[in-house]
């Protein structure tokens, strides 16, 4: 089974930007559309990003603008530039499949934005 493993969240201020970074333990993106995902307190998790097979990207209408995903291929890793970030941004997030069937999920990385 595919492990995930998700990093680079942080406390950062409003206005500030991270870099997360999905790692998988082998070669996938070939065979799966990949999504970034996000899940606040007491919300649904929705996705905000995705990467697609032929390596094109997407992301959703809150965060256009301001969050682009990438991958590298080689290193099996993908991720997710955060600019500008805002308060609502705040999150734990996630990497998986675009659709069903799903890989197991990761631990997440916390964002928090806060001044």
């Known amino acids: 089974q595919v492990q995930l493993v998700e990093s680079g969240g942080g406390l950062v201020q409003p206005g500030g930007s991270l870099r997360l970074s999905c790692a998988a333990s082998r070669s996938i993106f070939s065979i799966y559309a990949m999504g970034w995902y996000r899940q606040a307190p007491g919300k649904q998790r929705e996705v905000v990003a995705r990467?697609?097979?032929?390596?094109?990207?997407n992301v959703a209408d809150p965060v256009k603008g301001r969050f682009t995903a990438s991958r590298d291929n080689a290193k099996n890793t993908m991720y997710l530039q955060m600019n500008s970030l805002k308060p609502e941004d705040t999150a734990v997030y996630y990497c998986?499949?675009?659709?069903?069937?799903?890989?197991?999920w990761g631990p997440g990385t916390q964002v928090t934005v806060s001044a």
């Open positions: 998986n499949t675009n659709s069903p069937p799903r890989l197991n």
């Open positions: 990467i697609f097979t032929d390596g094109s990207t």
